[in-house]
């Protein structure tokens, strides 16, 4: 257990995580050949969707030695959609090692990763890249590190060299240099060059300050002017980096395996190892894939004991035992069977009946509490329904091997719009389980815009006779109800009042009148929606003893709210959803005139910390559709928000032929 390593690289997109991946695996021996991301051939970047649009869309695992330490690397998306396997990655991790580029510097996602990472205390440690390309700058994107995640972010290295001409790295614990060829990926070592000298040892003496203070032994001792070696500095390091209150940067290129041994040598030896508890085989669960062939394979760590194959472990949630057949590691797509995983291992098992991502399986009787990983709330919908209309009941259990790979897509029947709903995190997040559906599951859908379900309800109270009569060649059909329809307050639904007396209609055909009614309110109003916040009272009526039933009353009732309703000052209410935004303060000018051009009512707005603001508005649902989308756009990236419903408020006058007109086109 103290030679494992579980460490997730992270970070904004195109910061070069899965190429670093790739060079870890590439000068640790496991693959003898790097695999580009611009050609689809890396081994974390695996999925057709990856290899189409050059971006991760899901966690990998990529195991690898060095050192005598086993290393298990989690590369993980960098892009905002997924950041839902970036909390599950976090969650099996021991080190979180954010990957910045020395070009574009801090970026959003680097921040929201920190956070996620600094809410869970996890340690961390910060790996400059792609200092080989025009406009890098370490200077500069260490200046942006420490301003943005403070006084612990503590330079373990100095590039030599900028752009083209970056060639290695000053260690400066050892005061040393390492030069690289630019191809084996193995430095050499030597002396720090001249023009260096002086700024390595300012850093220097800058890093050690940083690293003795918090022991106390150390600090006293170097506040005595007394030497301290290099593995006493290393083994305080160490103890600052398990805190997570020391956060080392190193630095280098992937691309040209300038640094990347120094890193897989600093996981190794700096790096903390699996905290485990003792007792019976547990097992945490953070991510499932879902495979056409081989089916569900869950990727677990192991919290403490062995799991050995062919156990058998209690579910935690479903309660049910699952035995373990297939053993295996994983490094991307590829499994090799193993007999047994460690306590604070990573491993892989397929075929379990009914283990999803976020169980916890354990020996019956084990005590074991793990927090729930709960996935992130979807933002942004689509409409779908199978193109082939046998497909339906294929459709729902793709949909539900889709949730089991990615907890993060939300499934809902909306019952009063009759869609069903794909919530994701995003465009590219919903595009792409689209095309999981048809490549995994074989089930072609059709997407359309999510109806809002719009109401209508009445202003005023009016009176009508609804009589239906018709007759045939038998019994004829015959029904007079009086109803008097009258507006409710917002929220209040369907009242009926039976006000008959004297025996105008028999008692028996009273709920048939009621129900002729509720029937017409719910199948639409004057518009199509249905009809919400109004009282009806029958109040009189006529029947004939032969050819009245309950059909014939049915019928009156609903031809009778009809009539009243016309006379009643109809209108059109659509729901109104409270909105919540949290962004930095410099977009709130921005963020309120997004949401007064949204028709957005802006009911209050506070400093929340952390150079936050949070705005809660009541907006038009219709309006905030694809408000996950302008957000991004508006914040770059950097705004969060959550929605739910609050009211039906009355449609604008000159909204409702719009509305009205696009309800009839859906129609035909």
């Known amino acids: 257990m103290s030679k494992i390593r579980n460490v997730a690289l992270v970070g904004h997109g195109g910061a070069g995580k899965t190429t670093l991946a790739e060079a870890l695996l590439f000068v640790g021996g496991a693959i003898t050949r790097m695999g580009r991301v611009e050609d689809g051939t890396t081994v974390c970047d695996f999925d057709p969707e990856e290899q189409k649009r050059t971006i991760s869309v899901s966690l990998a695992l990529a195991p690898f030695e060095y050192d005598g330490h086993k290393i298990n690397v989690i590369d993980t998306p960098g892009y905002a959609d997924f950041v839902g396997d970036v909390a599950a990655a976090l969650r099996a991790a021991d080190l979180a090692v954010f990957v910045v580029s020395a070009v574009e510097g801090v970026e959003v996602q680097t921040e929201t990763a920190w956070a996620l990472a600094e809410a869970q205390g996890i340690p961390r440690a910060i790996f400059v890249n792609k200092l080989d390309r025009e406009r890098a700058s ?8 420490k301003e943005r995640f403070g006084a612990g972010v503590a330079p373990l290295e100095l590039p030599i060299g900028e752009e083209a001409s970056f060639s290695g790295v ?3 614990l050892t005061d040393e240099a390492v030069t690289y060829d630019g191809t084996s990926g193995k430095g050499t070592s030597g002396a720090v060059p001249d023009d260096m000298a002086t700024e390595e ?3 220097h003496d800058a890093l050690v300050e940083g690293i003795v203070v918090a022991d106390d032994a150390l600090m006293e001792r170097y506040l005595d002017d007394e030497q301290l070696t290099t593995p006493e500095l290393e083994q305080a390091l160490a103890k600052g980096i398990a805190e997570a209150s020391v ?13 990347v041994d120094r890193l897989a040598h600093f996981i190794a030896e700096e790096g903390p190892a699996p905290s485990v508890g003792d007792g019976p085989p547990a097992a945490f669960v953070f991510k499932t894939i879902v495979d056409p062939y081989v089916g569900r394979v869950n990727l677990f760590k192991v919290l403490q004991g062995s799991v050995d194959q062919d ?10 035992e699952e035995r373990l057949h297939q053993l295996s590691t994983m490094r991307g797509k590829e499994q090799q069977t193993v007999k047994s995983v460690s306590a604070g291992d990573i491993g892989a098992v397929a075929k379990l009946t009914d283990t999803a991502t976020g169980d916890v399986l354990a020996t019956r009787g084990t005590d074991i509490e793990v927090e729930p990983l709960d996935p992130p709330n979807p933002t942004l919908a689509v409409a779908i329904k199978a193109k082939n209309k046998g497909d339906e009941d294929k459709l729902a259990n793709a949909l539900h091997r889709l949730q089991d790979e990615d907890p993060a897509i939300r499934i809902e029947r909306n019952p009063e719009t009759h869609q069903t709903l794909l919530w994701g995190m995003g465009e590219t997040h919903v595009g792409i389980a689209l095309e999981k559906l048809s490549r995994k599951f074989g089930v072609e859908v059709q997407t359309d815009d999510v109806k809002v379900a719009y109401r209508e309800t009445i202003t005023e109270t009016a009176e009508a006779e609804g009589k239906y009569k018709k007759q045939t060649g038998g019994h004829g059909q015959f029904g007079v109800a009086f109803v008097r329809i009258e507006p409710l307050e917002r929220g209040s639904g369907f009242e009926f009042v039976d006000s008959i007396v004297g025996g105008a209609i ?15 309110m719910s199948g639409g109003g004057l518009h199509g929606f249905p009809v919400v916040d109004v009282r009806v009272t029958c109040f009189d009526g006529k029947y004939h003893p032969v050819d009245s039933s309950e059909m014939s009353f049915k019928m009156a009732g609903s031809l009778g709210f009809k009539e009243a309703m016309a006379k009643a000052q109809p209108i059109l209410l659509e729901p109104i959803s409270e909105l919540v935004v949290i962004a930095p303060e410099a977009y709130q000018g921005d963020l309120m005139g997004d949401l007064n051009s949204k028709r957005g009512r802006i009911q209050g707005s506070s400093a929340i910390g952390n150079g936050e603001v949070e705005v809660v508005a009541l907006v038009p649902t219709s309006e905030v559709l694809r408000y996950a989308i302008d957000l991004r756009s508006h914040t770059q990236g950097r705004g969060r928000f959550t929605l739910k419903h609050s009211h039906y408020d009355p449609v604008p006058a000159h909204m409702v032929d719009r509305i009205t007109a696009s309800l009839v086109e859906a129609k035909s």
């Open 138 to 145: 370490f200077a500069r994107t260490l200046d942006q590190l």
């Open 170 to 172: 000053v260690d400066l």
């Open 201 to 203: 040892h300012k850093v």
């Open 247 to 259: 956060f080392p940067v190193l630095c280098g290129s992937a691309t040209k395996l300038v640094g």
């Open 311 to 320: 156990a058998n472990l209690l579910n935690g949630r479903t309660m049910s």
């Open 506 to 520: 028999p008692r028996q055909f009273i709920p048939a009148v009621e129900k002729g009614i509720a029937e017409t």
